[in-house]
């Protein structure tokens, strides 16, 4: 990720660029370049551009172990795999482009050709590289001291091996150009430029270089980017009292008496550039100029009043600096919100072009079908055994649990038949044994009453004594009849109600009588079973 400030004085931030470092010490050579990538409006292959950074234009290259990691790199990194490497130049990198070609990228890609545009008029950027490994960090850790203030300028020189487009991105047709190459700034226009700053200018003097906004990064006391943007903005340095007037002010809020203001360390009265403020080895080289000459007075008098009047207006550059920065804080709320919502405007799901998200989307569409196909095919005869193994299981439970409920309706059935036979063929022969039982009875008393002798079994000795009631003799049979048959069957209790039941009921001794001994059976049981309380006709009383 690469973070910086732009010409509006917005922080930006991107991480759509690729850095690579190219550092020989014991050549003495070394380059860095930022590339991306964008496809052109009229088609074709991916083309390149690049920010080439040669040794020669680093002023200063500081490393630190990112204490603060921008949100968008985050995730799923551990903090202390992440460093971050601040690039100070004294003039803006050089832009490599395609040679012969107009750069106009497809909307997709503006915005890398955009942040590309932006990073090349900037001198100073930060880059946070995420997920290194310690050696790498510590390699990376050895950088500043090769671009360290203790050594003299320009100590490395361009890598004549990787500088050339060929060597770095396997293509010769690109070209570079150096966005700061213009006509350079004469005299006029620079002392015009520095009286804008609030600084007298005398007739004869020398011309201070122009500013450099890596000078001041490297200082412990910031005055702002450019004079350029210092122009644009409202000035953060100047401040003016009553005490010393309106014309005691200047950029740094330095003056002195009877005098237009002067910066410091300057005993000729030519103004010095503000990066003389910031350089150590500056203002190393200055105070040794100054300890050589004799001190005055004046020269004690002016550096307090220096002193005094740059104290004075820390409280007005720091609410001035309080101002800005909840400007910014604010304006960084609304960047957000609009961010957003142009984000979610303009939000695809797709990262690639319409012919590219067509054909990602056929091959995907493809290799799903011949999945589809190979596991149709690999599970069809899976399917096919387990299920014939459920079904035969399925008809196996249902021919069970159908044959069981058959069995158990047919054993039903075939009971409840066979006992409705049964009793309808004992019901019957009871009925006809007892019919003809009465007509006998009713013949035998008819013949009684007409011949004056009642003789119900002639020839029957048993039976031969005259009774004195009608079926009196029946019921004698019958009580012996089962007296003889039923003394192990009966209870004595049992044995008393049943003939209690004959004595109640004659003609059942009638009917036992006219049938024969399977019925009789019959006959005793169910008097016995009513005897003793239970039902009838249950399921064991009729077996032998």
Request: include cysteine.
């Amino acid at each position: 990720m690469v973070i910086w400030e732009d010409a509006h004085h917005q922080d930006q931030q991107t991480s759509d660029l690729r850095i690579d470092l190219s550092v020989d010490t014991a050549k003495r050579e070394a380059v860095f370049a930022l590339h991306g990538f964008f496809y052109s409006k009229g088609g074709g292959h991916k083309a390149y551009l690049s920010l080439l950074v040669y040794p020669e234009k680093v002023e200063s290259l500081e490393f630190e172990r990112a204490r603060f990691v921008p949100e968008s790199i985050m995730n799923n990194i551990p903090d202390d795999s992440t460093v971050s490497l601040r690039f100070t130049m004294t003039q803006p990198p050089n832009l490599m482009i395609p040679k012969d070609r107009r750069v106009e990228s497809k909307p997709r890609y503006q915005a890398v050709v955009d942040t590309i545009a932006s990073l090349g008029s900037v001198n100073r950027f930060t880059i946070y590289l995420s997920d290194l490994s310690p050696e790498i960090q510590q390699e990376l850790a050895l950088l500043p001291s090769v671009f360290s203030s203790v050594r003299p300028f320009g100590r490395l020189q361009a890598d004549e091996k990787w500088a050339p487009p060929s060597s770095l991105y396997q293509y010769t047709f690109a070209q570079v150009i150096d966005l700061t190459s213009a006509a350079p700034v004469s005299n006029g226009d620079s002392t015009k430029e520095f009286e804008e700053l609030g600084n007298p200018v005398e007739e004869g003097a020398a011309i201070p270089p122009p500013y450099s906004p890596g000078d001041s990064q490297r200082s412990g006391q910031s005055i702002g980017p450019s004079s350029r943007k210092r122009r644009a903005s409202e000035p953060l340095l100047a401040h003016s009292t009553e005490k010393h007037g309106a014309s005691d002010s200047s950029v740094l809020g330095y003056g002195t008496p009877g005098k237009e203001p002067q910066p410091p360390y300057t005993r000729s009265g030519n103004p010095a550039s503000p990066a003389h403020f910031s350089t150590p080895s500056d203002r190393k080289r200055q105070r040794t100029a100054e300890l050589l000459s004799p001190v005055t007075n004046a020269d004690i008098v002016s550096a307090l009043r220096q002193v005094l009047t740059y104290n004075t207006s820390l409280s007005n550059r720091i609410s001035q600096l309080e101002t800005r920065l909840d400007h910014c804080s604010s304006r960084l709320d609304s960047l957000i919100t609009e961010f957003v919502a142009a984000t979610d405007r303009t939000r695809t799901p797709c990262r690639y072009d319409t012919e590219e998200a067509e054909h990602v989307f056929s091959q995907i569409d493809q290799r799903i079908e011949d999945g589809i196909h190979d596991i149709r095919h690999e599970l069809e005869d899976t399917i096919k055994v387990e299920a014939e193994e459920r079904v035969t299981e399925e008809v196996r439970l249902q021919h069970e649990e159908l044959r069981d409920k058959v069995e158990a309706d047919w054993t039903e059935d075939v009971r409840k038949g066979i006992a409705e036979q049964i009793a309808s063929e004992v019901e019957e022969k009871t009925t006809r044994e007892v019919l003809k039982g009465i007509a006998e009875v009713l013949m035998g008393a008819y013949q009684a009453s007409q011949d004056g002798i009642s003789s119900l079994f002639p020839g029957n000795n048993r039976f031969g004594a005259t009774a004195a009631l009608p079926g009196e003799a029946a019921l004698r049979a019958a009580v012996e009849d089962i007296q003889s048959k039923y003394t192990d069957e009966l209870t004595g209790e049992e044995m008393i109600g049943v003939l209690d039941l004959l004595e109640e009921n004659p003609l059942s001794a009638v009917k036992y009588n006219a049938c024969g001994e399977e019925t009789r059976r019959v006959y005793v049981m169910k008097w016995k079973a009513d005897v003793s309380g239970r039902g009838i006709f249950k399921s064991t009383w009729y077996k032998r």
